[in-house]
């Protein structure tokens, strides 16, 4: 294990659904990132927290918010999402200050909406 | 053009064979360059890293960066079942910020 956890592991909502993806780390890292990833199509950053601060937000839909509460926990709430949503949203941290600045995944949530 | 290209696969090898992976890309500042790897139902881990150009062996393992071609490739000898994944590639200008590549499915058949 990574020591990054991700829950639920597997999501199924409707698009008038509300939920929330949970990520923990437990590495004492500092930075904390959203990705989604699609098949056959390269990981897309969509969140990045420094210090339980968004430094980035790569236009990503207002259906999607993140939300950090502390340096260990990582949201991601959705609401009405689109069917072409669905894919693999993965949590990563990392501990920055370090050149290359090494990025540990979770497992992911396999998001089906339908 | 995209920044950072590489072959989606799949890839079958038999056991024991020599696997080249590769990725291509644009942007001729990138300096670090990595390797992941990603086993089915799982995030990807980091596998090895090179910064600027030249070689690095880990093992079975050897990346190698052509800064000149805008290339770089992973090469794994005596490739065995449980090497079975896809391989990402990811580079960045800093360290930090970086592009990955979709990504090349191997399997590797007993």
């Known amino acids: 294990e990574t020591g990054v956890t991700q829950t639920p592991r597997h999501l199924v909502m409707g698009m008038t659904n509300k939920k929330s993806l949970k990520c923990e780390q437990h590495?004492?890292?500092?930075?904390m990132y959203w990705y989604k990833q699609s098949a056959k199509k390269p990981l897309e950053l969509m969140f990045v927290?420094?210090?339980?601060?968004?430094?980035e937000n790569n236009s990503v839909p207002s259906r999607f918010s993140p939300e950090c509460p502390n340096s260990s926990h990582l949201f991601l709430h959705l609401h009405t999402l689109q069917p072409e949503d669905s894919a693999l949203y993965l949590c990563?941290?990392?501990?920055?200050?370090?050149?290359?600045?090494?990025?540990?995944f979770g497992p992911g949530t396999r998001l089906t909406v339908l | 053009q995209k920044e950072v290209e590489q072959d989606p696969g799949p890839l079958s090898v038999p056991e024991g064979a020599i696997v080249s992976l590769n990725c291509t890309y644009s942007?001729?500042?990138?300096?670090?360059f990595m390797w992941y790897r990603q086993y089915s139902r799982k995030g990807p881990e980091l596998l090895m890293y090179?910064?600027?150009?030249g070689n690095k062996e880990d093992g079975r393992f050897t990346a190698q960066v052509d800064k000149s071609s805008k290339y770089i490739s992973l090469f794994i000898r005596d490739s065995q079942p449980s090497d079975s994944a896809t391989y990402l590639c990811?580079?960045?200008?800093?360290?930090?910020?970086?592009?990955f590549g979709p990504g090349t499915r191997l399997s590797v058949l007993p």
């Open positions: 990563a941290s990392s501990p920055l200050g370090q050149a290359p600045d090494t990025q540990y």
């Open positions: 590495l004492g890292h500092n930075a």
């Open positions: 927290y420094s210090l339980e601060e968004r430094v």
């Open positions: 942007n001729s500042a990138f300096q670090y």
């Open positions: 090179t910064y600027s150009s």
């Open positions: 990811a580079m960045s200008l800093e360290g930090q910020n970086f592009v």
